[in-house]
Nanobody, 124 residues
């Protein structure tokens, strides 16, 4: 079993920055692909960013490309999402996810474990 705990969400003005963290426990962190998804009120969960187990490959949704950066620190069992130039439309609950079986890291079905989510609210 894997436990994922997100932190770093909050309220920020448009144009500001936040860094989300997700710390994993319970299983070898270095062998998992990691992803960040988000779900706005009344909308489906959508992909934001992912990073391969090796840390060498990253993918981003077009809506966040150039503004968000995903990274991982295996020594701390933690994956990060640095979010810059935030917009009101980035407002959502952000979820961290871990994948231990090879699959599409850009789709929710590619992940076996999920965190509880952290709220990000961007005011205009």
């Amino acid at each position: 079993q894997v436990q994922l705990v997100e932190s770093g969400g909050g309220l920020v003005q448009a144009g500001g920055s936040l860094r989300l963290s997700c710390t994993a426990s319970g299983r070898t962190f270095g062998s998992s692909g990691m992803g960040w998804f988000r779900q706005a009120l009344g909308k489906e969960r959508e992909f934001a960013a992912s990073i391969a187990a090796s840390g060498g490959s990253t993918f981003y949704a077009d809506s966040v490309k150039g503004r968000f950066t995903i990274s991982r620190d295996s020594a701390k069992n933690t994956v990060y999402l640095q979010m810059n130039s935030l917009r009101p439309e980035d407002t959502a609950v952000y979820y961290c996810a871990a994948a231990y079986i090879l699959g599409d890291l850009r789709h929710p079905t590619g992940y076996q474990y999920w965190g509880q989510g952290t709220q990000v609210t961007v005011s205009s």
